[in-house]
């Protein structure tokens, strides 16, 4: 890997699940791992002295809305996206690719690039494997990703066959933008759909180009999840045991568990945020909605189970309260519980792998979701 | 005073204005104090723990918006509003004579109370002084106010003197149903508007029914300062030296200076949190506009005479980018420096009034401001 990176397998698990150590300029990360998405330089409702507190050792930004607003110059002029949004631990950019495809912004689809209008002006962009590269070079975040070209679901074989010939391609330019060896990570991301022959050629083209990491995309998009974790497992089978592998945009705490099983070590999923502002709380076992009518009298904490600060000093007929009031301090609670359901849930894996017990913590998730 | 509630005047400066303590069964204020507004019971984007960390003594609920949702009931059920929203510290409510005269939401007002419609659902409702009281003795705050009909400025003479009648024959009614001993101090409100002649006329009567502490209501409703600050001299001026007097909806770090020349204890103003959610921020010597242009490539503090956890960790720039793309960040942000401000505002006051100094302080205001 690069000279300032460094990933180091610690133990592997009978059923494929991983225990690793991540090192990289702003710190190390034990993996497995998630992290919380920043999308626009901060995970929402949350401070960064709350994210330490959390245990958070690494967070996703986008390199498409930073891109746009601040734009990469301010972040770059601020000292890179670490100082800008001062968060010292490591960072994660994803390319763009994602955003591009899916905002419903995309204007002109080509072998060079592609041309879109922002979301927030309809002002014409142009995005490239090259731009998308250095954009995230200007970020400076510590593991940066290919710009590709996603697939919805479902979508033809030849559509998704032609989608990922070119992510491959443009993974080759990503590469040559962006050499080996510096303090910055570069990932491919392999595409393919759920086809496992897609999938395959893919991983193997990216493993010929040579990456830090390899990112797994394209998935959780709505095809069944025992197809996701099937195209999970046939990239993994080829993946090289000693480069980080990340799931991008996983995802419930059902998939982590199952997904790391197939031996991921990182993830990024906007659940824990977007459905803490929404009402929606990670509980031992589940999920609550705050908002329905039977919490109104409910004096007992989320998740009794739980030892964060919310749980410790709210009920759910306060938290239902706030959310009935439209009260920001709703979305601020129910977002750091989640995020230390998703925290404790990563420590409980990364112990239970330690341990060899990886197997029986895979079981018992299957019984209780 | 109650049994479980004492005021003590610790020192008074040749200019007026008074060092104190006020002692509640939730802990004692060092007065002169600054009460942030918590409306729905919650200081909107900021935690207890923020607030305790603030160095917070007392907060403020607004009795009508509780009494609408969830209920005084259910707040009872949770064993009052200290427990319901988990602050340890005292509370006082407002009786929700504002709100129902503000808001729009007026039907009938009569002699026995005031009918109006909920500004939720549409919701007829009854507010009279006994029920006001006793909303507020549900809640259990430690300071409680009489139900008042506060008049809009300007207004004619006849009109003010009308509700000002009526608002003291009220407070004797509130007084008979919460009389004094009890562990929650009913306080009388001062109305009477711009007119000295009314203002007396109201101190006087609820100086004979007894209370206590005193409010000064129905100002920094648009009159000018110099008309306001007269209006509460001449309350403070007949108002007994041993009990707390409390300006009600006031105001700028500078309005807080200047009044508590006259002698007030206590303040509450949605000034800060309000302001905050909406980009501005105090600073010493003033207020800046993180939305503006000028703050986009500016690396430094929001303030950078403040020691706040926001000033010592985030930028100008970084606000702004904040602002800009509506994170809830922002609010919290700007809304946590801005009580800072304010709170580091009254320690000064405290302080320099403890040394005989507070007139020096004031000049200073006259010339930042």
């Known amino acids: 890997m690069g000279k300032d990176i460094a990933f180091e397998l610690i133990s592997e698990d ?17 993996t497995p791992a998630f992290l919380p998405v920043g999308t626009q330089g901060t995970v929402k409702a949350i401070t960064r002295g709350e994210l330490l507190r959390l245990g958070v ?48 912004s995309l204007r002109r689809i080509g ?44 979508a033809d074989h030849a559509a998704v066959s032609e989608a990922t010939d070119r992510s491959d391609r443009w993974a080759e330019r990503c590469r040559s933008t962006h050499p080996t060896g510096g303090a910055q990570a570069l990932f491919g991301i392999v595409q393919g759909g759920v086809s496992a022959d897609l999938r395959r050629r893919s991983t193997e083209r990216l493993l010929e180009i040579g990456f ?64 803490g502002r929404n009402g929606a709380v990670f509980v031992t076992g589940g999920r609550l909605n705050m908002k329905n009518a039977q919490y109104e009298g409910d004096f007992s904490p989320l998740d009794p189970k739980c030892d964060c600060a919310v749980c410790r000093h709210h009920t759910r007929a306060y938290l239902r309260h706030l959310y009935k009031a439209g009260e920001i301090l709703a979305a601020r609670l ?22 060899g017990r990886f197997s029986t913590l895979l079981a018992s998730m299957g019984e209780s979701h």
Chains 1, 2 share one sequence.
Request: proline share 7%; net charge negative.
């Open 57 to 104: 050792e690494m967070i996703l930004c986008n390199a498409y809305h930073l891109y746009l607003r601040p734009g990469p110059e301010l972040v770059a002029r601020a000292g890179g996206l670490h100082r800008f949004i001062n968060w010292p631990r490591p960072i994660l950019t994803d390319s763009g690719g994602y955003q591009v495809f899916s905002l419903e």
């Open 212 to 275: 830090e990491g390899y990112a797994i995309g394209g998935l959780s998009v709505g095809e069944p999840r025992a197809k996701m974790l099937e195209m999970v497992r046939v990239c993994t089978e080829l993946l090289p045991r000693d480069r980080p592998r990340y799931l991008m945009g996983v995802g419930t705490p059902d998939d982590l568990v199952h997904s790391v099983a197939c031996g991921v070590d990182l993830f990024d999923c906007v659940l824990p945020t977007r459905l």
């Open 111 to 154: 072998e060079e690039g592609v041309t879109f209008r922002s979301h927030l002006d309809g002002s014409e962009h142009m995005l490239s494997p090259e731009k998308a590269t250095e954009v995230q070079q200007q970020l400076g975040a510590d593991l940066i990703m290919c710009f590709d070209q996603p697939v919805p679901y479902p």
């Open 334 to 355: 129910a977002t750091y519980h989640n995020l230390h359901h998703y925290q404790r849930l990563m420590a409980t894996m990364r112990s239970s792998i330690e341990r």
């Open 14 to 30: 009978a059923t494929g699940a991983r225990r690793g150590r991540l090192t990289t300029p702003h710190g190390t990360v034990e």
